[in-house]
């Protein structure tokens, strides 16, 4: 069965500074991996997403993650962060075979970007 | 394009009440799925649908029923409300590379 975790459940960070988001799953197949933003009050959006290809995804906004089979990780990385970056993010997981009932998402990391 | 909506955006129950939650996409997305979020918990899936006139379980599919009559259309039905169903309800259409667009949500708070 696959999972997701994400360690941080909230990571304060302040503006213009770098910021890492955890991402670890586990699944027995090969996957496909996202990144989703929720802000305040909305829907979620992705942010990017790997399928196949290269292992460093660029997405939106200046954030970009890499996948990591080995340690079947998929970190999400911004260099400098904004004020606008503040909201919960989501990391998800899903089956390249079944895909579309097996969208796993982890808990969420809420990040707060301090002036 | 309006993308993915949802009515209502709020809405207020009491326990053994019944309401229907319409989630409608204008993109032809054959894929349309109904999450719940609690805190802590992210989105868990309660049913989903690959096309007009089908519907299965998801993760969490007991005490809610759904129904895809149209295309365009996703509802979900709680037949008897109760205090553990108070959560924000999302729906979300996809293709079949899995990218999920999502509606803004529904608040439910059962009393």
């Known amino acids: 069965a696959q999972s997701v975790t994400q360690l941080d459940s909230q990571v304060p960070v302040f503006e213009e500074a770098p910021v890492e988001l955890r991402c670890n799953y586990s699944?027995?197949?090969?996957?496909?991996l996202f990144w989703y933003v929720q802000y305040p009050n909305q829907g979620l959006q992705l942010l990017l997403k790997y399928l196949s290809g290269s292992t460093l995804v660029k997405g939106i906004n200046g954030f970009e993650a890499e996948f990591n089979k080995s340690q079947t990780s998929f970190h999400l990385r911004k260099p400098s962060v904004h004020i606008s970056d503040t909201a919960e993010y989501f990391c998800a997981v899903s089956d390249w075979r079944t895909s579309y009932d097996k969208v796993i998402f982890g808990p969420g990391t809420s990040l707060s970007v301090i002036p | 394009n309006a993308g993915v909506t949802q009515t209502p955006k709020f809405r207020v129950l009491k326990t053994g009440q019944s309401m229907t939650l319409l989630c409608a996409q204008d993109m032809n997305h054959e894929y349309m799925y109904w999450y719940r979020q609690d805190p802590g918990m992210g989105l868990r899936l309660i049913h989903y649908s690959v096309g007009e006139g089908t519907t299965a379980k998801g993760e969490v599919p007991d005490g809610y029923n759904v129904s895809r009559l149209k295309k365009q259309n996703f509802l979900l039905g709680l037949e008897s409300a109760a205090p553990s169903q108070t959560s924000v309800y999302f729906c979300?259409?996809?293709?079949?590379?899995?990218?999920?667009?999502f509606g803004p949500g529904t608040r439910l708070l059962v009393l």
């Open positions: 699944s027995s197949v090969s996957v496909y």
């Open positions: 979300a259409s996809s293709t079949e590379e899995t990218t999920q667009y």
